[in-house]
């Protein structure tokens, strides 16, 4: 069929297929994913899961074993959670729901991506609140201001890819002062300091959400697995408009298999943010570099040559991170994931050698 741009809805004319930019190499700390390996009893008992999972019948539409799990890790009820085929899903479907024409949603950028690029499938106008380039910070009354009658306001905490926490005073004011549906998404949160959630304030606050993911501390970004917890009205709108197979029988099992047995994982992310506190000792040493304080298992770093250095990081070094540098506000930087001791090291060992200030070209 000839001409199909043309016939495509205009909002989604300016889309290109995603490309994550990857290419093979030795070391990947390009992507935010748990490059530590699984402890073996835990990748044991969802091995056991999957193979007592029977493959010919459909998946419970609302994964009502797995909602049990993580509302008991909430200290919640099923009620007030709903799973999805990763935190984007539940990202889109949000979106999809209260987002649209006319209804406004707020960001913060730089911040995750998708949050503008959805809204935008959806027609929903994005109203952008810049963060503070020097430290990110986000200017409270202009957000509030922005958020007045916006449909949603969205909040990263760790924000990606800047590493800071967004404080739980903001949160409050947000749900105070505006009529907005306010969402915090802690893709990142356990990394960061015990307290740091808001997943505690969704109970008095019917407009407040919080997204969480699988894909990080849990070590299963594979596994396609996120969740929401909200007011059981947020819950039932999104049930609504699922695709309701979304989240198959595998992904069920073994996001049980980890959320029953998630204190295996306590050693696994303690060790992160360890690591974490290494590379942003080794980037300081190294000339010229700065990197900004981060609650989440990847570091921003403001490097000399940035795009040159990533380029040759990944064609000298083998060691792939993340392109920023042509992001507004993000001039000469580059993400880092936090991996294990060993690519830590690899990353800083390649650095140390681009970044000699006899070794720019
Ligand atoms: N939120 C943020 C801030 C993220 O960085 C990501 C993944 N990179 C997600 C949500 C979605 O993660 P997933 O779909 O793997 O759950």
Not at 16 to 45: G, I, W
Not at 163 to 183: F, I
Not at 220 to 230: D, E, H, K, S
Not at 241 to 266: E, W
Request: overall charge negative.
């Amino acid at each position: 069929m000839r001409d199909v741009t043309s016939r495509l809805r205009e909002a989604l004319r300016s889309f290109e297929p995603y490309d994550p930019a990857f290419s093979p190499c030795r070391v990947n700390l390009s992507a935010n994913e748990n490059t530590h390996p699984m402890p073996p009893e835990l990748r044991a008992a969802i091995d056991e899961a999957l193979l007592s999972t029977p493959l010919n019948r459909y998946p419970d539409p609302m994964a009502n074993e797995l909602r049990d799990a993580l509302a008991a890790r909430h200290g919640t009820d099923r009620s007030r959670v709903i799973v999805g085929n990763g935190g984007d899903e539940l990202l889109f479907n949000l979106l999809f729901a209260f987002g649209g024409p006319g209804r406004s949603v707020v960001t913060c950028p730089p911040d995750f991506a998708e949050y503008a690029n959805f809204a935008q499938m959806c027609e929903a106008p994005v109203r952008r609140v810049p963060r503070d380039p020097r430290d990110f910070s986000i200017d409270a009354d202009a957000l509030a201001a922005a958020a007045a009658d916006a449909a949603m306001v969205i909040l990263t905490s760790p924000n990606n890819p800047t590493g800071d926490l967004a404080p739980r005073a903001l949160v409050r004011r947000l749900l105070d002062e505006t009529d907005a549906l306010v969402l915090v998404d802690e893709a990142y949160v356990e990394f960061a300091p015990e307290g740091s959630s808001v997943v505690d304030l969704v109970a008095q606050s019917p407009r407040l959400m919080v997204l969480r993911t699988l894909s990080k501390a849990f070590g299963l970004a594979g596994a396609r697995l996120g969740y929401l917890v909200a007011d059981p009205a947020v819950v039932d709108a999104l049930a609504a408009v699922r695709q309701i197979y979304s989240v198959d029988v595998l992904a069920q099992a073994v996001g049980l298999a980890a959320v029953t047995h998630r204190d295996l994982m306590a050693g696994v992310v303690a060790d992160i943010v360890a690591e974490r506190g290494r590379l942003a000792a080794g980037l300081a040493e190294l000339p010229g570099v700065s990197a900004w304080t981060s609650a989440a298992n990847f570091v921003l770093a403001r490097v000399p040559d940035a795009h040159r250095v990533w380029e040759r990081l990944r064609d000298e070094h083998s060691v792939l991170v993340r392109d920023f540098s042509s992001v507004p506000g993000l001039e000469g930087c580059l993400r880092l994931t936090v991996g294990t001791r060993a690519e830590n090291d690899a990353l800083l060992d390649a650095l140390a050698v681009l970044t000699r200030r006899d070794s720019q070209s």
